[in-house]
């Protein structure tokens, strides 16, 4: 059976209801090689999955470029940069545009992990150069990618911002701004607003991997959406996700619990103590103890976001 496709809000844009997500197969996580990464999405756009997730941090264009040109299809894309300005947000669309060798961005985001919804006004000037570009076709369509309910709620109110990508799982682990209950709220009225909706970390960076069915039941029973981003890293986790999110439950568990979870670890003998990962981190699981960073693993999400802010490079992603 074929994956389950629809039209992503007010976008016009048909997606999967299963969504690539690049930032575990990249250089903050797994850092696969190009010609490892490139084989893993191709197989993915093969599989059947037309819509793929990534950001200007995830350093993920080369190989999502070299699987469109091995694979000859060309999903829809979505991409996001934490840019405060015009000018630097013009520069993010640019290298995006080169980066991935196309001439239009389906989707880009106000990358936005973990700001509330004085986002809007404190990068208005980025914001306006992803409508800038909007209006010359550049870009078809301009959302906010966040973990904060508050600015999930403010987006549904925003005619300009088409897209919301929140953060949503059922332990409600990185959810910033209020409770699972209330991001479910949010979520609702964005997308009764008729923005197209797609959620992140609904298996919470893998925690949840051991309860993979219950996870997406919970999410599908809770709010409306149109698709959700997992991060795949390798062709059988990829074939798993396909076989379930088609209907056709595969037997046994993902194949990611057979490799064992990732974990995100301080190396403290490289730690300096600088406290700049800290500031970093989007769901405040770093602190200091002793003088040196320690990651509390309930609280740790494994984005890797953390990774190359050290620059020590006392952190990774094992
Ligand atoms: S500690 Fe690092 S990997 Fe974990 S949530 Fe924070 S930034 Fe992400
Ligand atoms: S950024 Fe690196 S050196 Fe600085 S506190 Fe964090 S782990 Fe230690």
Redesign the pocket.
Same mark, same amino acid.
Not at 270 to 278: A, D, M, R, V, Y
Not at 309 to 312: F, I, K, T
């Given at each position: 059976m074929p994956l389950k496709r629809t039209i992503l809000g007010p976008t016009g844009l048909e997606v999967t209801e299963l969504c690539f997500g690049a930032l575990p197969m990249g250089p903050l996580q797994k850092n696969l090689p190009l010609a490892e990464g490139t084989t893993l999405i191709a197989h993915a756009l093969r599989a059947g999955i037309g819509f793929v997730d990534t950001a200007q941090a995830y350093r993920t264009y080369a190989p999502i470029r070299e699987a469109i040109r091995a694979s000859g299809i060309r999903p829809v894309i979505a991409t996001k940069s934490a840019a405060r300005t015009y000018e630097e947000m013009e520069a993010a669309v640019e290298e995006a545009l080169r980066e991935l060798a196309v001439d239009r961005i389906d989707i880009f985001h106000l990358h936005a992990a973990r700001v509330g919804p004085e986002v809007f006004n404190e990068r208005a000037g980025a914001l306006r150069c992803l409508l800038d570009y909007r209006a010359r076709g550049v870009i078809g369509a301009v959302g906010i990618s966040t973990h904060d309910v508050r600015t999930v709620m403010a987006a549904a109110e925003r005619p300009e911002i088409e897209v919301v990508f929140p953060l949503y799982n059922r332990e409600g682990r990185g959810i910033l701004g209020g409770t699972v209950a209330e991001m479910a709220c949010a979520i609702r009225r964005s997308y009764e607003a008729g923005k197209g909706v797609y959620l992140m970390k609904v298996l919470a960076g893998g925690i949840l991997l051991d309860s993979f069915a219950e996870s997406i039941a919970f999410v599908r029973d809770t709010v409306p959406f149109h698709a959700i981003a997992l991060g795949m890293v390798a062709p059988g986790e990829v074939d798993y996700n396909v076989a379930f999110f088609a209907g056709e439950p595969p037997a046994g568990p993902p194949p990611s619990i057979a490799g064992g979870g990732k974990r995100v670890l301080?190396t403290a003998s !490289?730690? %300096? #103590?600088? #406290?700049? +990962? =800290?500031a970093g981190c989007p769901n405040a699981a =770093?602190s200091?103890v002793e003088g040196?960073?320690s990651i509390d693993p309930h609280l740790c999400l494994r984005c890797g976001y953390?990774v190359p !802010? +050290?620059? %020590?490079f006392?952190?990774r992603v094992v």
């Open positions: 301080v !490289l730690c %300096q #103590g600088c #406290g700049t +990962c =800290i =770093i200091m040196k960073a953390c !802010l +050290c620059p %020590q006392a952190i």
